[in-house]
């Protein structure tokens, strides 16, 4: 019996194995192809078209946007 649980164990962990081998060769070519389409397109070069809001703008809005995600009490 403990030889049939050995064998059944050892293709587990081959079959695990070569899963974790595909994912990463999978990984590997998807980040490849993504890193491909972005500088084909120039994505990242583009400039920003709207200008960054500044810190104490950001600030304000989520401070109102948490006060009115507050029930009242009672």
Do not use: F, N
């Amino acid at each position: 019996m403990d030889e049939r649980w050995q064998r059944i164990l050892r293709i587990m962990d081959d079959a695990y194995a070569d899963y974790l081998a595909g994912m990463a060769a999978l990984r590997k070519r998807v980040v490849g192809d993504v890193k491909r389409k972005l500088t084909d397109s120039k994505v990242l070069d583009r400039p920003h078209l709207e200008p960054p809001l500044p810190r104490e703008r950001l600030a304000s809005a989520a401070r109102h946007r948490r006060a009115r995600g507050r029930r009242p009490r009672g």
